[in-house]
């Protein structure tokens, strides 16, 4: 299972992005959502390893951190990680979806040096945001604009060339959504349909890279080893049946 | 108490509530009934005349190779490929650290290409150790019961029927001991075969699989016979035929899942207990079915003098389970308790105040059974697609209710005893096998499994009570990010009650067999035969019609299997 350029299940990338979100420490409820967010991204074609294993080992290298401070005014919340490190988009994603629930549909929410942007991008496709735009610029400098248009409908520009998986240390502008047509001439626009694009994905399975290997390390740190004893008696049934 | 929109409300009076239906010493009483997802398949091939072909049997005189057998559904075909070899006896063991079978399997989406049996003939004999692909569907193996499959070959090579109380003795010719589906090791995600009308209800897929399996090992045997015998052989009589059903054993995997498909499991439960409200809530019984249950009676007590364990406790189970069905049949032949209006809530109310949970569990299938045209349509409310989301938008004060209401069970437990908290789970690193462990003995409590759901809804408890009523639950979770997940597992039970078991798991006292019984009795399993607290063996299929039996009249009528009349 840990072999490279493998092809998974969504059911895998649940059980096993659960299981490596909880690997780094993340609590169980987090790493849930973060496994619902990479089935998203999943389904909409891209390798979800690609972008979870920045997010994951930030986390365990303590270049970043589930702290995270919320900041309100009356047109604006940001989230900001307070001890000067990359705020985890394990957190930023489940914080800004439960803003969004609360119903701060008046207010921009600015999510401040999120380590991976699409994770947050894909907690709202997950939860079927609808009308919401989010704008970054990352590190890099390069600059993505996503539009979630209606459930299940969301667009994604850009002018560069970088794929957005790897967009990393963006500052996030995630506002109601007014306009979708202006862009900038040189910049690609792709438009995705969910529920087809996950079609797709039924019928070849999900691709996964080289990053695989690191996402199933992660994993593996829920596994605990066999001895004899826990062999013999952890679980049912003997080494030799018949009957 | 809850609702259902088909339900009306006198129905809903009669329902048993969660409290008295998630304890895990009932859950461990379970029997099948006729909603079992075995019987709504059955009932589906036998409704829409599925056609059934072996496809190929390429095997040597030994039977080991590969064969391929198919159904053809009204609208699309479903292919089992079967690959059979020689493994060492002291290789053959049910757990899921196995690493040879003497059979294994895929059901296929299509009928398979040379290239596609080419494929998995490289895969499906390393089960966990090989990788499948959305064209797969399910991945199976099975291992032989040794004594049977070798009395039934020879005795069928020399043109005689086999030892019918050995057969029943078993139940089967093989066991399966895993059935893996929905996208388990690169196979197709459930989602990919969903929204398919024969798909539709819970784990039919894996249990066509199965059906297919206990063909497979039928038609296996006498295939083998007719080789060894040639023409002194004979096949099978059909009323033994179709007594042989396909063994499972089944192990702690089955707990976590349970644990882990909240909304499915109230969907399961309700859909059980809102049949036999409906049943329970008729002031006068419709015509005939009162007969039915009082001949099934007969049927019951033959079924139970026939299921013999070497588990103490189970025998001991039985023995008090045939005394009380004894004594119901004694009560029900007495017309005057069955004339009273609401003759069946009678009967179960009679049986509830005296009788074991055993007892009270198969009752409850009893009353059902007869109910067919009220009740079955219960069985397309018994799979889910949705997947508990956070409220963040409900305040405190309601989370607060929920858990006062809904969680006393947890919340009155002390957890600073050692015994609550005696047990943990955890996935082994050998093949990833789950195990149930010993705080003070095992390591690797550090990496338990998320499963102590009294615990954590114990310390959310609380954790609540110093938080104001006035906060959100997206503003509490903000400050305490290690409850989301018990939250949304608490508001999920609010609108789906039965989805929680009201027990703790952790409990030294806890087992795990319970678990494993409630849910195979909802797939239509019988006869558990309980190797431990930690697994048992089953019989599935046993007494279902045969793929040529299919259009008979009686080809619902295979609950609690007894040996046929014919060779009593």
Not at chain 2, 288 to 296: C, D, I, V
Not at chain 2, 490 to 515: A, C, F, G, H, W
């Amino acid at each position: 299972m840990a072999t490279e350029h493998l092809t998974i299940s969504l059911n895998e990338v649940l059980f096993f992005f659960t299981r490596a979100g909880f690997g780094v420490n993340a609590p169980i409820g987090i790493a849930e959502d973060f496994a619902r967010s990479n089935m998203w991204i999943a389904e909409n074609g891209f390798d979800p390893s690609s972008c979870s294993i920045e997010a994951l080992n930030n986390l365990d290298s303590q270049a970043s951190d589930l702290a995270v401070d919320v900041e309100r005014s009356d047109t604006q919340v940001h989230f900001v990680n307070p001890n000067n490190v990359y705020l985890s988009s394990l957190i930023a994603s489940v914080s800004v979806i439960d803003c969004i629930n609360i119903g701060s549909r008046n207010v921009e929410l600015i999510v401040k040096n999120v380590d991976s942007p699409l994770l947050v991008i894909a907690a709202m496709g997950a939860n079927q945001c609808s009308d919401w735009q989010a704008i970054w610029l990352d590190e890099s400098n390069y600059e993505y604009l996503v539009n979630f248009i209606e459930p299940g409908v969301w667009e994604m520009v850009s002018s560069n060339t970088q794929p957005i998986e790897l967009s990393k240390g963006g500052n996030m502008i995630i506002r109601p959504l007014v306009e979708t047509k202006k862009h900038p001439a040189n910049a690609v626009l792709r438009q995705f349909v969910t529920i087809e694009e996950k079609e797709k994905i039924l019928q070849t399975g999900v691709k996964v890279g080289e990053h695989w290997q690191g996402i199933y390390d992660y994993f593996s740190r829920c596994l605990v080893k066999s001895t004899v004893e826990s062999r013999a008696s952890g679980a049912g049934a003997g080494m030799v049946d018949t009957d | 108490m809850m609702s259902d929109s088909n339900l009306s409300n006198l129905s809903v009076e009669f329902m048993r509530p969660p409290e008295q239906v998630m304890r895990l010493d009932r859950m461990g009483s379970s029997h099948q009934t006729r909603l079992s997802f075995m019987r709504s398949l059955i009932r589906r091939m036998s409704r829409e005349n599925w056609k059934f072909e072996c496809l190929r049997r390429d095997i040597d005189s030994d039977g080991f190779g590969v064969s391929v057998y198919a159904v053809t559904t009204p609208l699309r075909t479903y292919s089992l490929i079967a690959f059979t070899q020689d493994i060492p006896p002291k290789k053959r063991t049910d757990r899921v650290i196995a690493e040879v079978w003497d059979a294994t399997f895929n059901l296929f989406d299509g009928i398979p290409t040379q290239a596609d049996i080419d494929y998995l003939a490289n895969n499906t004999p390393k089960q966990e150790g090989g990788r499948y692909r959305p064209s797969e569907l399910v991945l199976a193996r099975a291992n032989k019961s040794l004594r049977v499959f070798e009395h039934v070959i020879s005795t069928l090579a020399k043109g005689n029927q086999p030892d019918i109380e050995l057969l029943s003795s078993v139940g089967y010719l093989m066991r399966t001991t895993a059935v893996y589906g929905s996208g388990k090791f690169g196979c197709a995600d459930r989602a990919k075969i969903a929204d398919r009308e024969e798909c539709k209800g819970a784990f039919q897929i894996e249990l066509l699989a199965v059906y297919l399996i206990r063909w497979f090992t039928i038609d296996l045997a006498e295939h083998l016979a007719k080789k060894r015998g040639g023409d002194k052989a004979v096949k099978f009589e059909p009323h033994i035929r179709q007594f042989i059903g396909v063994g499972n054993a089944t192990g702690l995997g089955m707990a976590p899942f349970l644990l882990k498909h909240p909304v499915l499991i109230h969907n399961w439960v309700m859909a059980k207990e809102s049949a036999l409200a409906k049943v329970r809530s008729m002031e006068t019984p419709i015509k005939g079915t009162l007969e039915k249950f009082t001949q099934s009676l007969i049927q019951v007590s033959q079924h139970l003098s026939e299921w013999s364990v070497e588990d103490e406790v189970q025998t001991t189970r039985i023995d008090c389970l045939k005394d009380e069905i004894r004594s119901l049949s004694q009560w029900c032949s007495d017309q005057i308790n069955l004339m009273k209006p609401y003759p069946w809530n009678g009967i179960y109310q009679y049986v509830e105040d005296r009788f074991s949970l055993e007892c009270q569990e198969m009752v409850v299938s009893l009353i059902i059974e007869p109910h067919g045209s009220l009740v079955d349509d219960l069985a397309e409310t018994m799979s889910s697609v949705s997947t508990p989301k956070l409220v963040a938008d409900m305040p405190l004060s309601e989370l607060k209710e929920i858990v006062k209401d809904y969680y006393f069970w947890a919340t009155t437990i002390d957890f600073t005893l050692t015994e609550s908290q005696h047990h943990f789970w955890y996935y082994s690193e050998d093949k990833l096998e789950p195990r149930f462990g010993s705080r003070d003995v095992d390591e690797g409590s550090e990496q338990e499994m998320p499963l102590a759901i009294g615990r954590d809804a114990h310390e959310l408890n609380q954790a609540l009570l110093s938080a104001s009523d006035e906060m959100l639950v997206g503003e509490f979770v903000l400050s305490f990010p290690q409850f989301r997940h018990i939250i949304r597992r608490i508001q999920n039970t609010l609108k789906r009650p039965y989805s929680e078991v009201q027990d703790n798991l952790l409990d030294e006292t806890m087992r795990p067999l319970d678990l494993l019984r409630f849910k195979l009795a909802f797939f239509g399993a019988s006869k558990f035969d309980p190797k431990s607290d930690l697994w048992t063996r089953i019989s599935m299929y046993q007494g279902a019609p045969m793929p040529d039996q299919l259009s008979d009249p009686d080809h619902d009528k295979w609950f609690f299997p007894v040996i046929p009349k014919q060779v009593i």
